[in-house]
C-alpha cells in the first residue's frame, strides 16, 4: 500500500454529506487497491478530519464498528450454499444457518456473514444506495459453514 496524497486528503475534506464521505472514500479506497492508505488513520482520525467534515452534515465522526466480515469465500459460498432472494428485509433462514451476501463493488467479489440483522441492514442500505454493482444472498448450512470460512475476497469476473 501508499500514503494518501495531498489531494485525496483534500477530497476527503471537501465531503458536503455521508454520501458523499462514503464516495470520497470509495474513490481514496479504489486508487489504493481496495484497502485504506497507510496513513489513513494519522491523516483523518487523529488528525480531527474525520469530526470537522461529520459536523457539516449532522455527525460526529465517530468510528463504527460492524460485525459485518469478508470472512467466506466467495467460490466456496456458491460451491455449498444455496441462492436465496431478499430485499430490505432479509429472507427466514433455519437458526443453523448463516446468511452470506456476496457483494460486487467493481473491483472484487467480497462474501460477508449477515445473519445478524445489523450487519445486513448496514450492507444491503449501502448496496442499494448504489455502493456496489452486485448483491447477491446465499444460505450456508451448518454441515457446510466450515469449508466456507477463511478464503480470501476473489478479485471480479472480466466481462
Known amino acids: 500500500m501508499s500514503a494518501m496524497t495531498d489531494a485525496q486528503v483534500a477530497l476527503m475534506a471537501s465531503s458536503n454529506s455521508a454520501a458523499d464521505w462514503q464516495n470520497n ?7 489504493h487497491d481496495g ?9 483523518i482520525i487523529e ?26 469465500g466467495v467460490n466456496e459460498v456458491k460451491q455449498h450454499g444455496r441462492r436465496v432472494y431478499g430485499s430490505y428485509t432479509p429472507p427466514v433462514l433455519p437458526k443453523e ?3 452470506v ?6 473491483l472484487r467479489l467480497s462474501a460477508y456473514d449477515v445473519t445478524d440483522s445489523e450487519a445486513y441492514d448496514s450492507l444491503y442500505k449501502r448496496y442499494a444506495d448504489g455502493h456496489f454493482l452486485t448483491c447477491d ?12 470460512y477463511g478464503a480470501s475476497p476473489v478479485p471480479r469476473p472480466r466481462d
Do not use: H
Open 25 to 31: 472514500l470509495e474513490q481514496v479506497q479504489k486508487e
Open 35 to 43: 484497502q485504506y492508505p497507510d496513513d489513513w488513520y494519522a491523516k
Open 47 to 72: 488528525s480531527g478530519l474525520v469530526r470537522r467534515v461529520a459536523t457539516k452534515f449532522g455527525q460526529t465522526g465517530d468510528i463504527a464498528i460492524i460485525s459485518a466480515k469478508p470472512t467466506f
Open 97 to 99: 444457518s448463516r446468511l
Open 101 to 106: 451476501m456476496i457483494l460486487n463493488n467493481g
Open 137 to 148: 444472498l446465499y444460505e450456508v448450512g451448518r454441515g457446510v459453514v466450515d469449508k466456507c
